[in-house]
């Protein structure tokens, strides 16, 4: 089958990049790109853990071909860290101890960063909504709740 | 899971779309969002030669209100859909739905287009290509029995979309771009009623526009189902009214919504459409509850959505 080629910014390098045109994002993520920051857990959109933001949306990178993103900008866990610093949610996370096994977290993350670029200042019942997009089985949401809100509050304040 | 392979093309216009479908002699589907259709490829439930991506196409993007009609496009997204200031002041139930619809996330991609014309949906066709050939193909997949009911010879899958029963309720009418040209009917006029192929569009065929009467409602959507967070309906209940006359449509039981008529002013009228809804409601144990249950909360829920809805305005 002829390959696609197709130009994306993927965590601010941009590059042109050859795909079959049944490659998921998520396939191209992880197996070309070796960014394996997003997971693959259900693989039909139900579970959020492979999460990437395309042009500030969250996505399922699981149900994306990476052929429709032509031109779009990707930003995944491993583009979040500027300047040697993690982002405030990444620390937040840390702190809170908002991680059990970790594998829902870079989606969770993400989830919660597109949703603290669009709203500076969400409300609880915000963010549980936002967050409700993806599944953790360690069942540990409180904490992921607590480790946004305070990284609102501080994103706010600088 | 690897999706099998298959081409991918992205069409300026709806006509160059038609004629990329035209060329793929039946083995192409039409992509929105992906958000039903990837997993069903990824399932093998279908498996296509080609993919014909319909978001490069701007027209179908647009969302405008004319004197008659709010006209919105097909890729109109179900989130850019749930903030547009016209759905929340007149239509409330549309609202209610968009917002109960999957996830936050999965609303930001999927389309209303794609939402009304999702398959339907059984716990024992939605499964792996694996699962299936344990189990043995349903009628849906073209096999000799169904797989939910034991020797039925006509299938039972239901149809999950939530938008489509509150679309319903508010008189909707849908525009088609085809091989032989344009057409636009009543929303209604699409479903076969049969689960197995549940769609009355022709081969090629492109929803195109979602139409709403242009007039405030009042209205409100229900929906049954186990975690709030992401499913698909188990039942759902929509009410839509405006100047004393009103619809209620059930969704999520068999192939396509049922929808009810009313009038305020008329004696009984709550009983006789909670009745009628609960008589005409043959739901079968092809979801994670039981068809008695949910079969008894076709009435609760038509009782409860009423009483939200109109308050006292009930007789």
């Not at chain 1, 002829?2 to 390098?13: A, D, F, L, P, Y």
């Not at chain 1, 702190?95 to 603290?116: N, R, W």
């Not at chain 2, 209100?65 to 709010?70: A, E, G, I, S, V």
Request: glycine letters at 8%.
């Amino acid at each position: 089958m002829k390959s696609i080629q197709i130009k994306v910014t993927v965590n601010g390098e941009p590059m042109s990049l050859d795909v079959r045109p049944y490659e998921t994002l998520l396939e191209t993520l992880r197996e070309r790109l070796h960014l394996t920051g997003a997971k693959e857990a259900c693989s039909l959109g139900a579970c959020g853990s492979c999460t990437v933001i395309l042009d500030k949306i969250p996505v399922r990178a699981c149900l994306v071909l990476t052929a429709e993103i032509d031109g779009m900008t990707v930003t995944t866990i491993e583009g979040l860290a500027a300047n040697g610093r993690l982002h405030p949610l990444q620390e937040a996370f840390m702190e809170k101890g908002a991680v059990q096994c970790g594998f829902c977290t870079s989606g969770m993350i993400l989830t919660a960063k597109s949703l603290l670029d669009r709203e500076k200042k969400p409300s609880k019942d915000q963010i549980v909504r936002t967050i409700s997009s993806n599944v953790c089985r360690c069942t540990g949401y409180k904490k992921i709740i607590e480790a946004v809100m305070t990284a609102a509050e501080r994103m706010e304040r600088t | 899971m690897i999706l099998p392979p298959f081409a991918y093309a992205r069409p300026k216009t709806v006509k160059k779309a038609i004629a990329l479908y035209q060329g793929a002699k039946g083995q192409a589907v039409y992509l929105a969002g992906g958000t039903d259709l990837v997993p069903r490829i990824k399932q093998r439930l279908m498996c296509p030669a080609l993919s014909i991506d319909l978001k490069g196409i701007q027209a179908l993007k647009r969302v405008t209100l004319t004197r008659d009609w709010l006209k919105i496009g097909a890729n109109v997204t179900l989130y850019d859909l749930k903030n547009h200031p016209v759905v929340a002041k007149y239509y409330p139930a549309l609202y209610e739905s968009l917002n109960t619809t999957s996830c936050e996330t999965l609303q930001m991609r999927g389309t209303l287009g794609g939402n009304v014309l999702q398959d339907a949906r059984c716990l024992f066709f939605n499964k792996s290509d694996t699962w299936r050939k344990a189990r043995g193909f349903c009628l849906k997949m073209g096999g000799e029995s169904c797989n939910a009911v034991k020797g039925a010879r006509v299938c039972f899958a239901n149809y999950a979309s939530d938008n489509a029963p509150v679309l319903l309720t508010l008189g909707a009418e849908v525009l088609l771009s085809g091989i032989a040209g344009d057409r636009q009917i009543p929303l209604l006029e699409i479903f076969t009623g049969k689960s197995d192929s549940p769609f009355t569009l022709h081969n090629g065929e492109i929803l195109t526009q979602i139409l709403i009467p242009a007039q405030i409602t009042k209205g409100g959507y229900l929906k049954l189902r186990v975690r709030d967070s992401i499913d698909y309906p188990l039942v759902g209940v929509a009410l839509s009214t405006a100047d004393g006359r009103g619809r209620l449509a059930v969704g999520g039981i068999g192939g396509k919504p049922l929808l009810f008529e009313f009038r305020g002013d008329d004696r009984g009228w709550v009983e006789r459409i909670a009745d009628e809804a609960l008589n005409q409601s043959k739901p079968v144990r092809n979801t994670v509850l039981s068809a008695a249950y949910r079969k008894r909360m076709v009435k609760t829920l038509t009782k409860r959505i009423i009483k939200l809805v109109m308050g006292e305005d009930r007789r």
